[in-house]
């Protein structure tokens, strides 16, 4: 079976004895979090320092979605990895993958994503929780880099699916704020038009409360390539702001 191994990567993981499926399965690491459990299975995430670069190694084991194209299930981990591949392809800004394999063994179905961890960056509900106390030109920075992010998601035929504020991540640099998506795995095409655009932007909305209609109109200025105060940001903030009453009266 072949895996994917990032040619940038290589060195430092053989250095380390790291460049195969078994040895990254075998690696005794503390997980960050508490494993996710469920399919018949579990997934963990645990954090990897490798001289001074970090990186995040994530294993599950019959950890399996089925969909109509595979039936029979396959890990989450490989959905997320072609989504990975297909952002890489159509210049969507996102995470990076270093390893991806995965095994059928002993009855069990293994995988393993290893990706590069974003250490100079924050995601973005780090910085709504300071939203009031950032300086004015670093807000304006922040919402136009999300529009930005959202109309290259979109322009490029994709629905992210999950795009919360903890799945943007950000950070500033001399030319300007940068943005870039995480958790890749319910992503899909971008199939309806509107609807789906409306449908993929309303969750985030919804989540950072504590933007103003003055930040919204930012961010939709900057998606839309319109002015803050034009008819057309106007018409998608009510239909955000509709949607969004009807979520929340769900």
Request: aromatic share 10%; glycine share 6%.
């Amino acid at each position: 079976m072949t895996d994917y191994l990032a040619s940038a990567d290589h060195a430092l993981l053989k250095r380390h004895g790291l460049n195969d499926f078994e040895a990254l399965w075998k690696l005794q690491l503390d997980a960050v979090d508490e494993p996710n459990t469920g399919r018949g299975g579990w997934s963990s995430v645990f954090r990897l320092e490798l001289e001074g670069k970090g990186y995040f190694l994530k294993r599950q084991r019959d950890y399996l979605t089925r969909t109509l194209h595979r039936p029979f299930g396959e890990p989450t981990f490989a959905r997320e990895f072609r989504n990975i591949c297909r952002y890489e392809k159509l210049r969507i800004p996102a995470l990076q993958a270093v390893f991806f394999g995965e095994r059928k063994q002993g009855g069990e179905h293994r995988a393993i994503l290893l990706t590069r961890a974003l250490d100079d960056w924050q995601d973005l509900s780090e910085l709504l929780a300071q939203w009031p106390q950032l300086p004015q030109a670093q807000r304006q920075g922040i919402l136009q880099a999300c529009g930005r992010l959202a109309r290259t998601l979109h322009a490029a035929g994709q629905v992210h699916g999950c795009f919360y504020p903890k799945h943007i991540f950000l950070r500033e640099r001399r030319e300007g704020w940068q943005a870039q998506l995480i958790d890749l795995e319910k992503t899909r095409p971008l199939l309806f038009g509107l609807r789906d655009r409306l449908k993929d932007l309303e969750p985030l909305l919804r989540r950072a409360d504590a933007w103003s209609e003055a930040d919204v109109r930012s961010l939709l200025a900057a998606y839309l390539e319109q002015p803050a105060d034009s008819a057309l940001v106007n018409t998608w903030l009510q239909r955000l702001m509709q949607r969004r009453r009807h979520k929340e009266a769900r």
